[in-house]
């Protein structure tokens, strides 16, 4: 690891690391041998190739990760790539519960970081799921009826603001706080504004 892959933002993130400090800086000196271009971004350690991001190391809870930003193009021979959630369509994750796991997985992480350049350096992408394969809630459907407007507004919004109300309206399991959720957010989809803005 030379001094010109080490970026200071990260250095200062595993000075505060205490969970996961050992994994974190094993993950962290695998993937430098990989020849990536250490940043931080989103409060973790990013690595990117010619500026598009490859992998970020994270922690939670119960296990440490490697995520990899298009996972979802990998082969994945070793059948070890995690998808999240079901809504996460890219990224994957390589998940451990100690240090010992990560040694004894560090050949094959190599091969993945690998593939995951070469991914990107053959320009391609994950296919995503357009927002009409998603379902509208019947709550937005009703307010896109009762208020002029609201519907092209919506419409107006880009993909992934649509995408991101759909799934937070649609992930309240009673009727009621879904129209609570679509009531709340009415002005700022009129305003063209997304659900985080």
């Not at 271009?37 to 409060?43: C, G, I, R």
């Amino acid at each position: 690891m030379t001094n010109s892959q080490i970026n200071p933002k990260v250095e200062e993130f595993l000075s505060r690391a205490t969970k996961w400090k050992k994994e974190f800086e094993k993950l962290r000196h695998i993937v430098l041998d990989c020849e990536l271009t250490e940043e931080f971004k989103w409060m973790h350690p990013c690595y990117t190739f010619n500026n598009k991001n490859i992998v970020l190391i994270h922690g939670f809870k119960e296990y440490c990760a490697l995520l990899f930003h298009k996972g979802a193009l990998l082969k994945d021979p070793h059948g070890i790539l995690v998808q999240q959630t079901e809504n996460v369509q890219a990224a994957r994750q390589i998940r451990f519960k100690n240090v010992e796991e990560i040694i004894e997985l560090e050949t094959i992480l190599k091969a993945y970081i690998h593939e995951a350049i070469e991914v990107e350096k053959a320009g391609l992408e994950v296919d995503f799921k357009k927002n009409t394969e998603y379902q509208i809630p019947a709550e937005l459907q009703k307010k896109f009826e009762e208020i002029p407007g609201l519907k092209a507004a919506f419409e107006g919004l880009t993909p992934g603001r649509q995408r991101a109300y759909i799934l937070y309206f649609s992930q309240a399991k009673q009727s009621k706080t879904r129209e609570s959720r679509v009531e709340k957010y009415v002005q700022n989809i009129l305003d063209g504004k997304g659900l985080k803005d």
